[in-house]
């Protein structure tokens, strides 16, 4: 997957914590030499380096595909 700026994505945390985070969706703000920003829509910005980018999946990948017609 290539990262661009402007691409909603989805962030799964590698360790999630027993509050129920285990993901964060946002847009890619600004891409870095060591990190990228992931910002949401409540403004809230993340901070993801490098080595975590296995964890950020792109949004159109997530959407669930539409039911198949079936006719009788």
Known sequence: ???T???KVKYNYPLPDSQGNKSFLG????IGESYLDIRS???TLLKVSYK???NIKSFEEL???SPMETSS
Do not use: W
């Open 1 to 3: 997957m290539e990262l």
């Open 5 to 7: 700026i402007g691409v």
């Open 27 to 30: 847009t890619i703000e600004y």
């Open 41 to 43: 829509d409540k403004n």
């Open 52 to 54: 975590n980018y296995d």
């Open 63 to 65: 959407k669930p595909l």
